[in-house]
């Protein structure tokens, strides 16, 4: 039976480079933000290439099929998930998410940083989009059902040590840590979604996690409150965070 690494991550999070890390592992198989078909579909979200996304990915817009095949066995130990967390939307049934195979993980990004990068992205962007009050939301679920804080990592700290900070985080979850996790080859990859051409550029040039730097810019002042609330809800999971 498939161990289930659900990793909930903003965008713009080094989600997609956490993925790469992942899927370089031999034991493992990896599933690109599996929600954010259904989520396209029910939004109605102009989001970039979505007519391209809904025809190459029409089967997995039916969300209650979507949840099923979260659950199911791969050919591999490890299901790696990445999941984009404001794909998980209110009326979502979250009742996989509690199956005792389902290891929830958190990805978290500075506010600041995360904000300048997608709004150079998506400028439309407004609090739900960063993905911070459903990160939230999931890790107080996790939290009441099992009595105890979910895993939480930092971006800045995997991009500063990736080998101690993923090594932390293995140690969590009780899987051996692989060197294979620290590099991978550069291109596309089996695993990305057909959102990839207008949201990897960067990803795919890489073939090791990037230097952490700190990133430079201002956002528009409507931004402002986004940016308060953002910063309070990192605050509360940064916390959490695993210490390496």
Request: charge should be negative; charged fraction near 30%; include cysteine.
């Amino acid at each position: 039976m498939s161990r289930v690494i659900a990793m909930w991550s903003g965008p713009r999070n080094i989600s997609t480079a956490m993925l790469r890390s992942w899927e370089n592992r031999p034991d493992t198989t990896a599933w690109d933000e599996p929600l954010y078909p259904c989520f396209l579909k029910r939004t109605g979200v102009e989001h970039p290439g979505r007519d391209h996304v809904l025809e190459q990915h029409a089967h997995e817009i039916d969300y209650d099929q979507v949840a099923e095949r979260l659950l199911s066995d791969v050919e591999t130990p490890i299901f790696y998930q990445k999941h984009i967390a404001h794909h998980l939307l209110d009326d979502m049934d979250r009742a996989w998410m509690d199956d005792g195979r389902v290891d929830h993980c958190f990805l978290i990004r500075n506010p600041r940083e995360m904000m300048l990068s997608l709004y150079k992205r998506y400028p439309e962007m407004v609090l739900r989009d960063t993905g911070l009050p459903q990160q939230f939301e999931i890790f107080q679920r996790c939290l009441e059902a099992d009595g105890e804080c979910p895993p939480v990592i930092d971006a800045r700290e995997v991009l500063e040590d990736p080998r101690r900070t993923l090594g932390a985080l293995c140690d969590r979850l009780a899987i051996p840590f692989d060197e294979a996790m620290l590099s991978w080859p550069a291109g596309p990859r089996d695993c990305d979604g057909a959102w990839a051409d207008w949201w990897y550029d960067s990803v795919r040039a890489s073939t090791r996690f990037a230097s952490w730097e700190p990133r430079e810019g201002q956002l528009p002042p409507h931004l402002d409150t986004v940016l308060e609330e953002c910063e309070l809800l990192y605050g509360q999971l940064h916390e959490h965070r695993i210490r390496g």
